[in-house]
């Protein structure tokens, strides 16, 4: 079965790979198009598509989900998708449910592995604070879906190819009695745990906010990125956002994730279930988090972390 599909990215530049899954759900011979809203000058490679809709109308804001809604409204009309995908950003899900409901299609977010049939769209979307995992599927066509997380890909099919053919597209953009005041750049990330190999994670077991270099040691020794539950980000405010770990946090895929003094709340499982191998180290032999990890380590982690910071940096030392 072949679609036809709109890719939509609000990213500059937009990266290939929304436009590799279009290519994957369009299936053989069907299209797929790219909206991008590039105000100054032409779009970059942005991988196999057959057309790009560009937006060019110096009004046109891309941090305004409502411009961008109107913007896919009128890219739907000219293209005629049959499925419309977005990336996980907050504004792109705000547009993506403003364009379906104008044009009466029906919407499914955070999905993964979406699949096109002959019978509807199917996703995989989480459920229960991540504890189940559920498959919706949209009937008829158009149907709208937006990613539970940015895409990647690898090999030959992250290998970006230039469009076939640009198409200016003029935006009627709403008018609503608001402006913007002012805008705030977001400060700096102070880790990626998204990109990161090895994380050893932090939680409420450690005492003291005078006690993180224990923990930070261990990561140092381990060539490891630090990451903690939401008590000690949100709550504490030991450590940014940016190293929180969790169902409203950042979903990780390491190859190795220490867990640190973490007793295995469901909301954090969801953020670490897919690393490859997962270290526990807890005081509670009944801690929930043990029913995850590949190693137990019972214990008090004021003894057990330093000394296995000293074996590793021994180990490293040696060699």
Known sequence: MTERVLCVSSRAPPSPALSWVGRNLAGEGGQVALLVADLEAPPPLSGPVDRTYRVTDPAFDRGRGDHWAAAITEAARAFKPTIVVTGPSKVEQEALARAAAGLSAPVITKGRRVRAAADGVH???DLLSGNAVGTETA???PVFVSLAEEPTVTGEAGRPSSATETVSLAVSLPTYRFRRVSMQPKPAQEVDLEAADRIVSVGRGLQRKEDLP??????TALGAAVGCTRPIAAESGWLS???WVGL?????RPSLYVAVGISGAAQHLVGMRDSKLVVAINKDANAPIFDQADYQVVGDLYTIVPELTRQLTAAKGSR
């Open 123 to 125: 996703a995989e979307r």
């Open 139 to 141: 009937s008829g066509r």
């Open 248 to 252: 409203t946090g950042h979903r990780v």
């Open 241 to 243: 956002d940016d190293h």
């Open 214 to 219: 224990l923990v930070e040691a261990l990561a």
